[in-house]
């Protein structure tokens, strides 16, 4: 199973263009999005773009396809804007034998983690910066920030398949890799 993780859109349609295209490239099965995913949130500047209503109806287009997960910016005013649900804390599926924790990271993180085994993954957005750390307690993922990439990070998301995290930019281009 191929699947894309992307956080922190922020509402910017020219980042959300690029990231669909990129999904319409990739086809993966599934595009999971862990949150913030209209509003930019009072902490950080407008990102290039800004157009929440654009970005809710570009990626209606894709409703059937995307498993979403709410970050700390987004409201039930953004799920009025948006026809898939997004308001779920967190979620946990199971790909290839491997329990994967979703949740946007504000609340559960590397170091507030969900009851994890040694061999579950947690995924998670919010900081803005791509990430991959093991610890006893799991393997912890960041696919960075689509739209605000923070710490001289890329604008960037991260695709599964087949025992592979591949973090890549917006261009498609893998700059980190972590087998399972």
């Not at 085994?117 to 990430?131: A, L, Q, R, T, W």
Request: proline share 6%.
């Amino acid at each position: 199973m191929k699947l894309m993780f992307a956080s922190d859109i922020h509402g910017s349609k020219n980042f959300c263009e690029k990231l669909l295209v990129r999904y319409m490239d990739e086809a993966p099965e599934k595009l999971i999005l862990l949150g913030d995913i209209l509003n930019h949130g009072p902490r950080n500047d407008l990102p290039s773009g800004y157009d929440p209503q654009r970005v809710s109806s570009l990626l209606n287009l894709v409703k059937y396809n995307v498993l979403c997960i709410r970050g700390n910016c987004d409201s039930e005013a953004d799920q009025m804007m948006l026809n898939f649900p997004i308001l779920a804390d967190y979620s946990c599926i199971f790909v290839d034998g491997i329990s994967m924790y979703l949740t946007h990271g504000h609340t559960y993180n590397i170091e507030n983690p969900l009851p994890m085994c040694e061999h579950d993954v947690m995924i998670y957005g919010h900081s803005h910066v791509p990430m991959a750390f093991e610890t006893e307690k799991g393997l912890f993922l960041n696919p960075g920030s689509v739209s605000l990439p923070k710490e001289n990070s890329v604008n960037s998301y991260l695709l599964y398949e087949n025992g592979v995290f591949s973090w890549r930019d917006l261009n498609g281009k893998e700059f980190l890799k972590y087998e399972f």
